[in-house]
């Protein structure tokens, strides 16, 4: 029988007005995988938070044994010397620093205040192979992408003679072959001896390694699971306290005439101006439908959207955009959102959101006319109306004044979609809505697009996760390598039909696409 590396008690963590964590308990067996899953703001983050130091030892009531032995952590660096290490889901890595540099940042390969080089990239690139990444240790950590950058966080936390890796969504913005990737590493560090712990919303994917798994709601421990009583639904009944019989609300959709139209359209790369990025595509979205994209990472989905909106992207953009059947300038944001078109960015943290004003600031920044008389904010109307968004999306928090930067995933990605609404627009482009989402919050935001849909405004949603858009949209187009290959209403589309129209490649043209 494996013995206990890691068991919490009783841990209770209390912020101002919110009680975080409630008398929860944990037990990790060494060399094992666990994996911790719960809603957004059930406590998951914070409970790791208080085992690494991050919230040091009087911050919070309960106890750590570690090993046997009681710890008091007052900083990370603290549980780091016993081998407890935490990669959070902001990569916490350097962009202008070289891999090897990233690798040994604060751990520095040092004698008498001077850095060994040769010693620092030897032992980086020994590490780097441990995690499969083959990079050169000078490699500057902005010339290499998501899926790599979390391999070199990996090797970071190596450098520190691990035993215990916490990893909180280490998946949430890779490409379905680089998470496969690096579950198959998780799987050979457990081969190694080395136990994880990993907070994961992919249900799939915790079902995959996970050998135990505990839910956590509204800050208490629900239940463990053991290996042969993990299933989907078991852990959506602990996570929401209910069923989801259906993932996905129902919607019969009332689909009326073209509102949106692009033609031809056509960008090239910002920093490389002769590479064309998006190859003459022609879409349309009509009043009350819900329109996906598919593609694979890198298929220039998420450059379309943006170049769309206000030229956000690219250089030497041409084509044609239509509402109503009439051209419209949508040359900058602000005439696009005149026009009525609204962009959800995947990115709600950097573009998204100002996370460290309140709710209330956030939900009114893309409207500030609808709440101004003459120029001048009216605080109350502002007041009046973040209410009500606040209550239309369901957002959890203590008031409209709390920060956006201290609100969960989810909730932040609804004062996103709650600004957006309240600029009013007719077609609204969603970018991988549920990124690092529960299923609890999942359903919420699918109810949001139902609704809108059925109040006649057009929806594009692009989304990396094939069940979600067959779950969703009415049509589905399907990109790749800059260009629509594929085009199936989704009654008649399958994962098969979408990755076939993939591999096929080619731009086909619009009467054989749902072939």
């Not at 209390?14 to 094992?32: Q, W, Y």
């Not at 970071?156 to 969504?169: F, Q, R």
């Not at 993990?230 to 959506?236: H, Q, V």
Request: hydrophobic fraction near 40%; aromatic fraction near 4%; charge should be negative.
């Amino acid at each position: 029988m494996a013995s206990t590396i890691l068991e919490m008690r009783d841990i209770t963590k209390t912020f101002p007005g919110v009680k975080a964590l409630s008398n929860v308990n944990l037990r990790v067996e060494e060399g094992e995988i666990h994996a911790i899953v719960g809603e957004n703001g059930a406590g998951k983050s914070t409970l790791m938070k208080v085992l690494s130091g991050v919230y040091p030892t009087g911050t919070y009531e309960g106890q750590i044994l570690y090993s046997g032995q009681e710890c008091h952590f007052r900083g990370i660096h603290d549980s780091e010397k016993l081998g407890i290490v935490i990669i959070h889901q902001e990569l916490a890595l350097v962009p202008m620093l070289s891999i090897a540099e990233n690798v040994f940042l604060g751990n520095e390969n040092a004698k008498a205040g001077v850095i060994d080089w040769e010693l620092t990239e030897s032992r980086t690139a020994a590490l780097l192979e441990k995690v499969g990444l083959r990079e050169d240790p000078r490699t500057l950590i902005t010339d290499i992408g998501t899926g790599k950058q979390q391999l070199v966080e990996i090797a970071k936390a190596l450098a520190k003679d691990v035993k215990l890796l916490i990893l909180d969504e280490p998946t949430a913005s890779l490409s379905e072959k680089d998470s496969q990737a690096l579950l198959d590493l998780l799987l050979e560090f457990k081969r190694q001896g080395i136990t994880s712990i990993l907070i994961s919303h992919k249900l799939n994917e915790v079902k995959r390694v996970a050998d135990r798994v505990t839910v956590i709601r509204d800050g208490r421990t629900i239940e463990t699971l053991d290996r042969d009583e993990i299933t989907e639904d078991r852990i959506i009944t602990s996570m929401v306290g209910r069923a989801l019989d259906d993932r996905y609300p129902p919607r019969e959709p009332k689909i009326g005439k073209v509102i949106f139209e692009v033609k031809n359209w056509s960008v090239y790369h910002p920093l490389h101006s002769d590479r064309q990025v998006i190859k003459g595509i022609d879409i349309e979205v009509r009043e009350g439908e819900v329109v996906g994209i598919a593609g694979l990472m890198g298929a220039g989905r998420t450059e379309f959207a943006m170049s769309l909106f206000g030229r956000s992207y690219g250089l030497n953009i041409t084509g044609e955009v239509l509402l109503d059947g009439r051209p419209v300038d949508v040359s900058t944001v602000g005439k696009a959102v005149e026009h009525g078109i609204a962009y959800v960015t995947e990115d709600r943290k950097t573009y998204g959101l100002n996370l460290i004003d309140h709710i209330k600031h956030n939900i009114s920044l893309a409207n500030l006319k609808g709440v101004s008389r003459h120029g001048v904010i009216d605080d109350l109307r502002e007041l009046d109306v973040a209410n009500d968004y606040c209550r239309k999306t369901s957002i959890r928090a203590s008031s409209v004044y709390q920060l956006t930067g201290n609100l969960s995933g989810g909730n932040q990605q609804k004062v996103v979609l709650s600004k957006w609404l309240f600029a009013n627009p007719r077609l609204l482009i969603l970018d991988e809505p549920t990124r690092g989402i529960d299923v609890g919050a999942k359903y919420e935001i699918y109810t949001i697009i139902a609704r809108l849909a059925a109040e006649g405004r057009a929806i594009i949603v692009i989304s990396s996760e094939m069940p979600e858009l067959l779950g969703i949209t009415d049509r589905i187009y399907v990109m790749n390598e800059g260009r629509m290959v594929g085009e199936m209403p989704t009654a008649e589309a399958s994962q098969e039909k979408i990755m076939r129209a993939i591999v096929r490649g080619e731009s086909i043209p619009r009467g054989e696409m749902a072939s």
